[in-house]
């Protein structure tokens, strides 16, 4: 009785653990799909775009200037942020169960330490890097035509400049990222003590857009 009554849950229960698992192990190790829920990277992406983040890539290499990629948030690694809280990081579970839609919609719920941010490479290890006040961007003191910025930072004679100029050199094993929207972007230019990203922290790469219809096409590194 035990045993067919175990044959029948299994039957009925089984084929939808096997999916989950298989999404589960997809999501991790392979693809996953994301959304953009802000403008830090406007004109390339718009808010609510819907995105394929591919994590094979980066088992085989490092990060490539111009890449878009996606990472784990800075209150999740950054020492300074990481001091500055009143509680313990959340556990990985934890993230992933306020990542629900439904849940993550609960005031008091989400920690930023469970965020994911997506910006793009404007530098690897090694690289000498400059960032004007501007948001315009010198690499190893050539200057960087970036087609994909069209909003940089104002500058207005006697007004206050929000953007932060930055000259230095990017450590091995790490990048600089940078949102497109040069002037409103909070990125590796306002980080606290260390600006720069750790490639063990990022998730993966943008490479598609699937949503909306209208302007499905891949996700330009130049």
Same mark, same amino acid.
């Given at each position: 009785?035990?045993?067919?009554?175990?044959?029948?849950?299994?039957?009925?229960?089984?084929?939808?653990?096997?999916?989950?698992?298989?999404?589960?192990?997809?999501?991790?190790?392979?693809?996953?799909?994301?959304?953009?829920?802000?403008?830090?990277?406007?004109?390339?992406?718009?808010?609510?775009?819907?995105?394929?983040?591919?994590?094979?890539?980066?088992?085989?290499?490092?990060?490539?200037?111009?890449?878009?990629?996606? +990472? @784990? #948030?800075?209150? %999740?690694? *950054?020492?300074?942020?990481?001091? $500055?809280?009143?509680?313990? !990081?959340?556990?990985?579970?934890?993230?992933?169960?306020?990542?629900?839609?439904?849940?993550?919609?609960?005031?008091?719920?989400?920690?930023?330490?469970?965020?994911?941010?997506?910006?793009?490479?404007?530098?690897?290890?090694?690289?000498?890097?400059?960032?004007?006040?501007?948001?315009?961007?010198?690499?190893?003191?050539?200057?960087?035509?970036?087609?994909?910025?069209?909003?940089?930072?104002?500058?207005?004679?006697?007004? +206050? @400049? #929000?953007?932060? %100029?930055? *000259?230095?050199?990017?450590?091995? $094993?790490?990048?600089?990222? !940078?949102?497109?929207?040069?002037?409103?972007?909070?990125?590796?230019?306002?980080?606290?003590?260390?600006?720069?990203?750790?490639?063990?922290?990022?998730?993966?790469?943008?490479?598609?857009?699937?949503?909306?219809?209208?302007?499905?096409?891949?996700?330009?590194?130049?």
């Amino acid at each position: 009785m035990k045993t067919s009554r175990l044959a029948a849950f299994w039957d009925y229960w089984g084929p939808v653990f096997v999916t989950f698992a298989l999404y589960a192990g997809i999501k991790s190790f392979i693809a996953e799909a994301r959304y953009i829920p802000s403008g830090s990277m406007l004109p390339t992406l718009q808010i609510n775009d819907r995105l394929v983040i591919e994590k094979l890539s980066y088992r085989t290499r490092s990060p490539k200037r111009g890449e878009v990629v996606v +990472f @784990n #948030s800075p209150y %999740s690694f *950054n020492k300074i942020l990481i001091a $500055k809280r009143l509680n313990p !990081l959340p556990s990985t579970l934890k993230c992933v169960v306020v990542s629900f839609p439904l849940i993550n919609s609960l005031l008091g719920v989400v920690d930023p330490a469970c965020n994911a941010y997506i910006k793009r490479v404007v530098a690897v290890g090694g690289d000498s890097v400059f960032v004007n006040s501007e948001g315009k961007l010198f690499v190893n003191k050539e200057s960087i035509n970036e087609s994909y910025v069209s909003n940089f930072c104002p500058l207005l004679q006697g007004s +206050f @400049n #929000s953007c932060r %100029s930055i *000259n230095t050199v990017v450590p091995p $094993k790490h990048v600089l990222v !940078l949102g497109d929207n040069r002037a409103n972007s909070w990125d590796g230019r306002f980080w606290p003590g260390n600006r720069f990203l750790p490639e063990k922290e990022i998730l993966g790469r943008a490479v598609w857009r699937f949503w909306p219809f209208t302007r499905i096409g891949n996700i330009s590194s130049n």
